[in-house]
């Protein structure tokens, strides 16, 4: 997998921060070898597009809620990760920032 050109095509998408890692982690979908960054909450992942419940825990304070469904991701990471073959793994949420992952489908389990 060539790496380096995905966090080049993050990059150019206005995605900067992803970083290499790998191994084994407790997050389903996330082992073997991935691309793992945080991006603004933003399109799908905005409060607006959530169903009712979601929005209203969302509100709540302290929370964050959201699905995190990886269609749920903005288009243009799923745009780069079904070019290069890749999974996407939405890891974490919060107020303002959600942690995402392109994973190797052939280098974990799902």
Known sequence: MDWEGVKK?????GYAGF????GK????????EWLIGKIARERKLKRENQSLL??????LPGSAAVNANP????ESIQN???RHGLNVVIVSV???KV???LCDPSEHDL
Do not use: H, K, Q
């Open 9 to 13: 095509e993050l990059r150019d998408a």
């Open 19 to 22: 970083e290499f890692d790998s």
């Open 25 to 32: 982690t407790a997050v389903p979908g996330l082992s073997g």
């Open 54 to 59: 979601i929005r209203i825990c969302d509100y």
């Open 71 to 74: 269609e749920n991701a903005p």
């Open 80 to 82: 780069i990760a079904e």
């Open 94 to 96: 919060s107020n303002d």
């Open 99 to 101: 942690r995402i992952a």
